[in-house]
């Protein structure tokens, strides 16, 4: 984050804290608010199924697991994903087989043929 030499100016009841506490709540309230847009944009949770403080828990460590699952593939990919684009043509591709890091870096080549073997009978005598 660079800094500006410009003035914010913070209207709140919390008369004992410091302006530069202040500053850092806000600062760190906005990654929340950002984790949340991720949360509603790219994995499409519009809302929590339950309203207990144990389910909304429990909905936001599996969200944070799937971003970290995601996050992962996306970093070690030379092609240059944004996460939507990523989640995206993920949910596009789960039905096909094909060899995920091979696709991440060439996500627009079609899927290698695979070669199949003769299939198996099963003997029920």
């Avoid at 499409?44 to 699952?69: D, M």
């Avoid at 043509?89 to 091979?102: G, H, K, T």
């Avoid at 080549?109 to 695979?114: F, I, L, S, T, Y």
Wanted: proline share 3%; net charge positive.
């Amino acid at each position: 984050m660079t800094e500006r030499n410009s003035t914010v100016v913070f209207l709140t009841n919390h008369l004992k804290l410091s302006a530069a506490t202040l500053a850092a709540v806000y600062r760190d309230r906005w990654q929340v608010e950002l984790f949340f847009r991720t949360l509603k944009q790219s994995l499409r949770v519009k809302t929590f199924v339950g309203t207990s403080a144990n389910a909304v828990l429990v909905q936001i460590w599996t969200a944070l697991i799937a971003v970290l699952l995601l996050k992962y593939p996306q970093m070690r990919s030379r092609f240059d994903w944004s996460l939507s684009n990523l989640v995206a043509l993920l949910r596009q591709q789960l039905f096909v087989y094909r060899d995920l890091m091979a696709w991440l870096n060439e996500p627009f080549q079609p899927p290698a043929e695979r070669i199949l073997t003769e299939q198996l009978e099963l003997s029920l005598a």
